[in-house]
């Protein structure tokens, strides 16, 4: 296939050219010079120039993350898309291993049984495992609150909470609770969020460590 004159067909092209295109875009903002790759890879997975002011992240946020990875720690998502989009070269790297409950017999089970949410039990089963360190929450408001409720209990203690859940009912709301629980944390304020943003912010931490 010919190289179009209006397309850029290489794929590393394709993300090089958007990465200049995002950085013209956002030179009205003062970002962090830390936080700044992590920003821009959400917008580049969105096309969303809104989440240059809707992220926020406490400031021991990146900095403990990335002594997480490096000892190799075990990541909780919410959702089996969220691994899906992990880059596992990266994770295989750092013997990093990402893991998600809720499809989990006992899990669901449990759930039905007690007339709660599956990602609710998820939380609390991983919650029990001290190797889960980050915890990626991009889908569900109630896994996010139910993580600021064991942490007040000191039944966890996360280097990282990323709370991105997207929607209406409690979205927001959950993402407040994390920014008030004293853990740290990387969000999205607002509805805005979703298991792609999720993958993002921890894509960009993860590639930021290799460089």
Do not use: W
Not at 20 to 34: A, F, G, K, T, V
Not at 135 to 158: D, M, Q
């Amino acid at each position: 296939m010919e190289k179009s004159n209006y397309i850029i067909l290489n794929p590393q092209g394709i993300e090089t050219e958007s990465m200049q295109i995002i950085s013209r875009e956002l030179m009205h903002l003062s970002l962090p010079e830390d936080l700044a790759p992590i920003i821009k890879r959400v917008i580049h997975t969105t096309a969303d120039f809104e989440y240059g002011q809707l992220f926020e992240a406490h400031p021991d946020a990146l900095a403990n993350a990335q002594k997480a990875i490096k000892v190799g720690c075990n990541i909780y998502t919410d959702t089996s898309m969220i691994i899906a989009g992990l880059s596992k070269p990266s994770l295989a790297k750092y013997a990093c291993d990402a893991k998600c409950f809720v499809h989990d017999e006992g899990v669901k089970t449990e759930a039905k049984a007690k007339g709660i949410t599956r990602s609710i039990v998820g939380i609390d089963k991983a919650s029990s495992d001290k190797s889960f360190k980050i915890f990626v929450i991009g889908n569900a408001p109630t896994a996010l609150v139910r993580l600021c409720e064991l942490y007040k209990e000191g039944v966890v203690k996360p280097d990282l909470v990323i709370g991105v859940p997207v929607g209406f009912v409690g979205a927001a709301e959950s993402k407040d609770m994390l920014r008030d629980s004293g853990m740290p944390y990387m969000l999205v304020r607002g509805r805005k969020g979703g298991s792609t943003v999720g993958v993002a912010i921890l894509n960009a931490i993860l590639y930021g460590l290799g460089k």
